[in-house]
């Protein structure tokens, strides 16, 4: 029998509440690709890469940017603050990463974060008080909102004065209005905003263009996509533990929306899943672990938002939360992160199901009273990040991911045993080397 051919344009999704690793499988992917988009989500996401010892976070553009045959697309279906955008370009190219259209291309179609919407997001977070959702208070959520109800601000209005400042006439004196009278802040001015746009849209505007003809005639050449999400399933804003979500939608589905590439160009979704569960800010966490041995794994596993900086919250792995993910992703290949970070433990627990459901209810109140039924396996006590081959884990490093994989019922095709760019391992073509 001839070899199954490898799919061509894949899908990189997160199974849990983000922060799951997909930086790291984006970079080994991308070595095999020809473009990585990004298709949703805003600045309010952080990738993180290690590479030769030195870190990068990324936040908005594709984690598929140090590699130099790739070109990196930022869809219609993000949501850009051009200021972070331009001084993450000012740190790629400290890193030596030159950029032009043949690396970076920015959708003239995706909505911009304006200063309004972040002071917006940080007053509206603050009067909530105890009921706050944990919101990044980058100005995401509001300009979601504005997207939707029509009178957003997108980067081909960035890039004409005229029309920037007609925008903002008609949608300021509302702003304005929510600030004032609402909360008790200070006022923009058009004058103020076009004078901020202005060395912005200079910077941007060599690397703006029409995406998704780009990607049609990548995908007609049969040049390989790489689809990037951001933050995870379980923070979409219609199957995610709603209200403590994200304002965009995170599944694979959005990949298609997001880009302007129909389902049928689809061909494989990648899912990632940390061998724990960890979750930053509010909402419920079945599994967490309020105890010392969070604290440990927080700790091991460095569990800090690379955005924000705040702790994550740590549990142990729940297999129907990831099992659900899988379904609403249409998941075809598994990638378990930082296995290494249970090196040394003697007992581990998977949560199979919940005490009276197998998967996730839709309501938040109703997913925290729920009871995880556990099932404990044998940990291990070797350092395995120097594995690089599957036979090379410890046994009972091996019956843990098997497990895992009966559970969620897909193969877990790339194991990763430590944060450098090279510490993993792989069970499937899809994410062998090139070449």
């Not at 959520?141 to 957003?152: L, Q």
């Not at 404990?376 to 991911?401: F, H, K």
């Amino acid at each position: 029998m001839s070899a199954q051919p490898q799919p061509r344009n894949v899908v990189l999704t997160g199974l849990q509440w983000g922060d799951e690793g997909k930086g790291k499988v984006v970079d080994v992917l991308a070595a095999k690709s020809r473009y990585v988009a990004r298709f949703q989500g805003g600045n309010n996401a952080g990738h993180t890469l290690v590479v030769d010892g030195r870190k990068l976070v990324l936040h908005v553009v594709p984690s598929g940017i140090l590699n130099p045959e790739v070109t990196c697309v930022v869809g219609n279906g993000v949501v850009v603050d051009p200021e972070v955008l331009c001084r993450e370009l000012s740190a790629l190219q400290a890193w030596g990463v030159p950029l032009s259209a043949q690396r970076l291309v920015i959708s003239d179609q995706a909505h911009l974060i304006l200063p309004y919407h972040r002071t917006l997001d940080d007053c509206r977070e603050t009067a909530l008080g105890g009921r706050k959702i944990g919101t990044t208070k980058k100005g995401i959520g509001p300009a979601y909102e504005d997207k939707v109800a029509r009178r957003g601000v997108r980067i081909c209005d960035l890039l004409d004065q005229d029309a920037l400042r007609e925008r903002l006439l008609a949608v300021l004196p509302e702003k304005n209005r929510q600030l004032v009278e609402w909360y008790g802040d200070a006022t923009h001015t058009v004058d103020e905003l076009l004078d901020w746009a202005r060395p912005l849209a200079a910077q941007l505007r060599p690397l703006v263009a029409d995406t998704v003809a780009l990607l049609h005639q990548a995908n007609a050449d049969g040049a390989p996509i790489l689809f990037e999400g951001a933050q995870g399933t379980f923070l979409d804003v219609d199957h995610g533990t709603y209200p403590f979500v994200t304002s965009s939608n995170t599944v694979a589905g959005q990949a298609c929306a997001g880009t302007g590439v129909g389902p049928t160009d689809i061909h494989a979704v990648v899912g990632i899943a940390k061998a724990y569960t960890t979750r930053v800010g509010a909402g419920p966490f079945p599994t967490e672990l309020d105890d010392d041995l969070g604290a440990h794994i927080r700790q091991v596993g460095q569990e800090y938002g690379a955005t924000t900086g705040r702790p994550r919250r740590c549990g142990w792995f729940d297999a129907a939360l990831v099992k659900h993910g899988v379904r609403l992703n249409g998941t075809t290949h598994l990638a378990l992160t930082k296995l290494d970070v249970l090196s040394g433990l003697e007992t581990l627990q998977i949560a199979v199901r919940y005490e009276t459901r197998d998967t996730p209810p839709a309501g938040a109140e109703a997913l925290a009273a729920v009871r995880p039924v556990y099932e404990t396996l044998p940990g291990w006590s070797e350092d395995i990040s120097g594995c690089r081959t599957w036979d090379s884990l410890p046994a009972t490093c091996r019956a843990y991911v098997q497990r895992i994989e009966a559970l969620v019922g897909v193969p877990v095709g790339l194991v990763s045993v430590g944060p450098g760019r090279d510490e993993i391992l792989t069970r499937d073509p899809l994410f062998a080397p090139a070449g």
